[in-house]
């Protein structure tokens, strides 16, 4: 049974800083990409950052909001990705979603983890 186990999120002062993180367990295939979507109330889920493996390493995309205050990375021997974040805003708010797609499979979601940036 594939597992996505998120961590880190919580209530952080606006230009804070804060830190992510998910394993994945249980996958029978190779992980194509993994990474980040969020979704604040009342608005669409998008995507804040990703890992993508392929034949010639790993590469990293971001949303545009993201101005390089947030960076990703991935430990793939433990299947696990880390999302720093940096200089938070208000419009940083939101339920943070790890997400895994497998070489062959479905797209494969954590719980989600909170993040409120408030003062």
């Known amino acids: 049974q594939v597992q996505l186990v998120e961590s880190g999120g919580g209530l952080v002062q606006p230009g804070g800083s804060l830190g992510l993180s998910c394993t994945a367990t249980?996958?029978?295939?190779?992980?194509?990409?993994m990474g980040w979507y969020r979704q604040a109330p009342g608005k669409e889920r998008e995507l804040v950052a990703r890992v993508t493996q392929t034949s010639r390493g790993m590469t990293t995309s971001y949303g545009d909001f993201v101005e390089g205050r947030f960076t990703i990375s991935r430990d793939g021997a433990k299947d696990t990705v880390n999302l720093q974040m940096n200089s938070l805003k208000a419009m940083d708010t939101a339920v943070y979603y790890c997400?895994?797609?497998?070489?062959?499979?479905?797209?494969?979601w954590g719980k989600g983890t909170p993040v409120t940036v408030s003062s």
């Open positions: 249980g996958l029978e295939y190779g992980i194509h990409h």
């Open positions: 997400y895994v797609d497998i070489m062959v499979g479905p797209r494969y």
